[in-house]
Nanobody, 123 residues
Framework: QVQLVESGGGLVQAGDSLRLSCAAS????????MAWFRQAPGKEREFIAT????????YYADSVKGRFTISRDNAKNTLYLQMNSLKPEDTAVYYC????????????????WGQGTQVTVSS
């Protein structure tokens, strides 16, 4: 069993930065691929970024590539999402997810989810 708790969301202006954190529990957490997703009102949950258990490989959605960075600290059981150059269209609830089966791109393939943290970017 893995429990995930996100933090770090808030209200910022366009161009600002935020760093989201996802604290994880569970002995085997460091073996799982982790990911960040987001969901804006009225839209489907959207893939943002993923990182392997070792942190050696990462993939990003085109919409955030070059602006967002996913990382993890397995010693601290924490996943991060550094978000720079934020845009109003980045406004959404951001979720971390763990332990996928199949493609990392689809939210239905993840077993564990956090409760989400709101990010609002004003223009």
């Amino acid at each position: 069993q893995v429990q995930l708790v996100e933090s770090g969301g808030g209200l910022v202006q366009a161009g600002d930065s935020l760093r989201l954190s996802c604290a994880a529990s569970g002995r085997t957490w460091s073996t799982y691929r982790m990911a960040w997703f987001r969901q804006a009102p009225g839209k489907e949950r959207e893939f943002i970024a993923t990182i392997s258990g070792s942190g050696g490989s990462t993939y990003y959605a085109d919409s955030v590539k070059g602006r967002f960075t996913i990382s993890r600290d397995n010693a601290k059981n924490t996943l991060y999402l550094q978000m720079n150059s934020l845009k109003p269209e980045d406004t959404a609830v951001y979720y971390c997810a763990a332990r996928n089966t199949g493609s990392y791109y689809f939210p239905t393939n993840y077993l564990y989810w956090g409760q989400g943290t709101q990010v609002t970017v004003s223009s």
